[in-house]
Nanobody
Framework: VQLVESGGSSVQAGGSLRLSCTGS????MAWFRQAPEKERQVVAR???????MYAVNVKGRFTISKDKANNTLYLQMTSLQPEDTATYYC????????????????????WGHGTQVTVS
């Protein structure tokens, strides 16, 4: 599976961005982010049946969704804060459901190259 992210940019605090990831598959998929000198952390996950899960620090601000017709995964981000600055990666697993271990990067088999989000 080839995943390609887009949509990253520099925005001011309080702004919004929508990230896209082409190559979506009918499995559990996720958005991760990695800030400089920090570990890669899960941001949001979505089952193939549409169930979503969010990290506590983005819940209510970020929305993950899939457009199955266009094989695209999205991450709508609102009320962005400087601490959201990171490289954002989309990831695809080989499981239909996002199970208990799906918060870990090792759960995912395919990764995009990332898109940079900078909030100032």
């Amino acid at each position: 599976v080839q995943l390609v992210e887009s949509g990253g940019s520099s925005v001011q605090a309080g702004g919004s961005l929508r990230l896209s990831c082409t190559g979506s598959v009918p499995y559990c998929m996720a958005w991760f982010r990695q800030a400089p000198e920090k570990e890669r952390q899960v941001v949001a996950r979505i089952d193939d049946n549409g169930r979503t899960m969010y990290a506590v620090n983005v819940k209510g601000r970020f929305t993950i969704s899939k457009d199955k017709a266009n094989n695209t995964l999205y991450l709508q981000m609102t009320s962005l804060q400087p601490e959201d600055t990171a490289t954002y990666y989309c990831a695809a697993s080989s499981a239909g459901l996002c199970g208990a271990m799906s918060f870990q990067s090792s759960f995912y088999k395919s990764w995009g190259h990332g898109t940079q989000v900078t909030v100032s």
